[in-house]
């Protein structure tokens, strides 16, 4: 069956970094493009990032140039790496196959705190 193991998050101060990763099996991964989500308390759950199958990354307007999406076919993962972290970027971060389709991972808090 399909299965999507988040991992990376935790406390960071403000401007810090995380690399979270999502774990992807039971599928061929190559042929599917991967989103992340994130879903803060009191808010609805959105998209942060989204890279296809062929590499191509798109980005939610509040983490452009901040946020980097990345996948590595070889090990079935996909990445997100968050710089210039602010506290509003305090969520639970999931994992997608496809765009919001029915596969997500159980996700991984990430907390931006001094």
């Known amino acids: 069956q399909v299965q999507l193991v988040e991992s990376g998050g935790g406390l960071v101060q403000p401007g810090g970094s995380l690399r979270l990763s999502c774990a992807v099996s039971g599928i061929t991964f190559s042929s599917y493009s991967m989103s992340w989500y994130r879903q803060a308390p009191g808010k609805e759950r959105e998209l942060v990032a989204a890279?296809?199958?062929?590499?191509?990354?798109n980005y939610g307007d509040s983490v452009k140039g901040r946020f980097t999406i990345s996948r590595d076919n070889a090990k079935n993962t996909v990445y997100l790496r968050m710089n210039s972290l602010k506290p509003e970027d305090t969520a639970v971060y999931y994992c997608?196959?496809?765009?919001?389709?029915?596969?997500w991972g159980q996700g991984t808090q990430v907390t931006v705190s001094s």
């Open positions: 890279i296809s199958s062929g590499g191509t990354a």
């Open positions: 997608n196959l496809g765009r919001g389709g029915p596969y």
